[in-house]
């Protein structure tokens, strides 16, 4: 029960908030919002091995602000900082697990075209939507998750890879149907790749690399 208890009790908040939370009124809403990830960083927290070092802090204050980022997102500037900032944290955290490989150091190139065409795509559609003012902060933003993702593709952690590219699908999907083009599905798509994402993420803390 110890090991599995508490992330089956994620995965059931995950859909019970995807699946029967309904938007209105918006406080319920966003409290069970918050709850999946409330329970994340306990889990991460108790990974936590008796030697821990910083960058596991790093992983669990990036939870953390990535959880403020859910009950603020409704106000878009002010959570898309607090998720910046739990992704600043997270790349912190990668950095400190640094294992050099030259594949793996080649994903940076998939990686900014990707950042580039999303970019790209979203500042025609802000300036088209005379949303201009929100360009630099979605630029800023894509830079930052997309070098996130790169520093968790360079840790060599599985955990940590699948992790940071599951977010980088989540927040795709969130910011095209958004600015760009309405998804069909889109609210369970972002939801459900997004918790997949974090639940990864805080289970890759105490979690040891396989040898390359």
């Given at each position: 029960m110890r090991t599995f208890g508490l992330p089956l009790l994620i995965v059931i908040m995950g859909i019970l908030y995807i699946t029967v939370i309904p938007d209105d009124p918006l406080a319920v809403k966003l409290l069970f919002k918050v709850i999946p990830m409330?329970?994340?960083?306990?889990?991460?927290?108790?990974r936590i091995p008796h030697d821990g070092k910083r960058f596991h802090w790093a992983t669990i204050i990036g939870l953390f602000f990535c959880m403020v980022g859910d009950?603020?997102?409704?106000?878009?500037?002010?959570?898309?900082?607090?998720?910046?900032?739990?992704?600043?944290?997270?790349?912190?955290?990668?950095?400190?697990?640094?294992?050099?490989?030259?594949?793996?150091?080649?994903?940076?190139?998939?990686i900014a075209l990707y950042a580039a065409y999303m970019g790209t795509q979203l500042v025609q559609a802000l300036n088209d939507q005379d949303k201009s003012n929100l360009v630099i902060p979605v630029i800023a933003y894509i830079t930052v998750i997309a070098v996130m993702t790169w520093s968790a593709i360079m840790t060599g952690r599985r955990w940590a890879i699948i992790g940071s590219l599951l977010f980088l699908a989540s927040d795709s999907i969130l910011s095209w149907n958004m600015f760009i083009e309405e998804?069909?599905?889109?609210?369970?798509?972002?939801?459900?790749?997004?918790?997949?994402?974090?639940?990864?993420?805080?289970?890759?803390?105490?979690?040891?690399?396989?040898a390359d």
């Open positions: 409330a329970l994340m960083i306990v889990y991460a927290f108790s009950a603020t997102l409704e106000w878009f500037v002010i959570g898309l900082s607090a998720f910046l900032i739990g992704h600043l944290c997270y790349m912190t955290g990668f950095f400190q697990q640094w294992r050099f490989s030259a594949v793996r150091f080649a994903a940076i190139i998939p998804l069909s599905y889109s609210g369970a798509l972002i939801m459900t790749t997004y918790y997949a994402a974090q639940i990864c993420i805080a289970h890759n803390v105490g979690h040891r690399p396989a």
